[in-house]
């Protein structure tokens, strides 16, 4: 058994896969092997369905004649703006819309059902910032790391690596020990479990009940009360996004070169490159999701232990480092904030994650 062929998902014997992992390290000369690194896959369906709503939008931007974009839409009378927007217009505007308080209680519902889900199956922020990644250089990898003490025992390890910024660098070198943290920051890359407890378990079990997603989106709802307009909306990445499409529609159709044409563009690219953990650190539409999806329990993914690899000694953390959440599967904790994208059932080698309706 191979690195490829663990991760290929070919595990159909993780005790078996172990012994040859072993075997190979106990054979090896060096100390120790770093296997290459393999692309982190993402659901062929989720990625399906996340262009198929970016198309639609846009194909009905430049028809003229769409249902709108994931900010707003409708068809004539019978329309929505995001639920982020319908409070914030509701407490602008000091009036209880009958058409937002409709659309919201929807949403409440779905959320109840789904949970997150809009965060990874609809949002484009997310795929523009593996897009911006896979441009930088930086996108995540899975890693295997064999090591062997010289007559000591040996270790397998497989985690998610990612290149690290120099900010980063920084903030891991100040947030871990020095002992539990081996960041390379020549290469600025981090090793592969250097910190296990920064790949999965801390995040998870740490997380407080609200953090900075909260005061951001406790700030838009504030600012939309005094000012009087959804001051939020004019820099939310999601509108941006489809207004610098808008002003490109415009640019072509009308021949009309309007300032949101280099505003637009702009302002989204210093939200993606600069503050590059905005789902996690700032959206104040995950923060309102997370909010009422407190109770969600279905699609949870379980893990089946028997099949886990940590369960036959091997330091895994491929499931909490590709999560977009920083969940770890393994606990419940913070569990509400997973949004159904499934990436740590596909990029499980043991196959031992499921995402269940109850
Ligand atoms: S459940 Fe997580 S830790 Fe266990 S084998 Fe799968 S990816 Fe690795
Ligand atoms: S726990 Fe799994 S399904 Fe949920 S957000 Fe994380 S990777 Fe996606």
Do not use: Y
């Amino acid at each position: 058994m191979n690195t490829e062929a663990v991760l290929d998902n070919e595990l159909d014997d993780p005790s078996a896969a172990c012994a040859e992992a072993d075997h190979a390290v106990l054979s090896a000369e060096a100390t120790e092997i770093a296997a290459d690194g393999k692309a982190v896959r993402r659901p062929l369906v989720r990625r399906i369905v996340l262009a198929a709503i970016f198309v639609a939008a846009v194909t009905g931007i430049v028809l003229g004649h769409g249902l709108g974009t994931l900010s707003s839409f409708g068809w004539e009378n019978v329309a929505a703006i995001c639920p982020l927007g319908a409070l914030e217009s509701m407490l602008a505007s000091k009036l209880l819309i009958p058409q937002a308080v409709a659309f919201l209680l929807i949403v409440i519902a779905a959320s109840l059902l789904l949970g997150k889900v809009f965060c990874s199956w609809a949002c484009p922020v997310p795929p523009l910032r593996r897009i911006f990644d896979a441009v930088a250089r930086k996108a995540p990898t899975i890693q295997i790391v064999r090591s062997k003490e010289a007559d000591g025992p040996s270790a397998t390890s497989l985690s998610v690596v990612r290149p690290l910024s120099r900010r980063e660098l920084r903030a891991l070198e100040k947030a871990c020990p020095p002992s539990s943290s081996s960041v390379d920051s020549a290469a600025g890359a981090s090793t592969p479990s250097a910190c296990a407890s920064c790949a999965s378990g801390c995040a998870s079990a740490s997380r407080p009940a609200l953090d900075s997603r909260h005061v951001v989106l406790g700030g838009s709802l504030l600012s939309a009360a005094i000012f009087g307009f959804p001051v939020f909306c004019l820099v939310c990445p999601i509108g941006l996004t489809f207004a610098a499409i808008i002003a490109l529609v415009q640019l072509f159709g009308t021949q009309t070169l309007s300032w949101g044409l280099v505003l637009f563009p702009l302002l989204l690219i210093l939200e993606l490159t600069v503050l590059r953990k905005w789902c996690s650190r700032f959206c104040p539409m995950g923060a309102l999701m997370s909010l009422i999806s407190k109770p969600n329990r279905a699609f949870r993914p379980k893990v089946d232990e028997s099949k886990c690899l940590r369960s036959h000694g091997v330091d895994c953390q491929i499931c909490s480092g590709v999560c977009p959440e920083g969940l770890d599967p393994h606990t419940d904790a913070a569990m509400h904030e997973c949004s159904k994208c499934r990436d740590c059932a596909v990029n499980c080698p043991a196959n031992a994650i499921t995402l269940p309706m109850h």
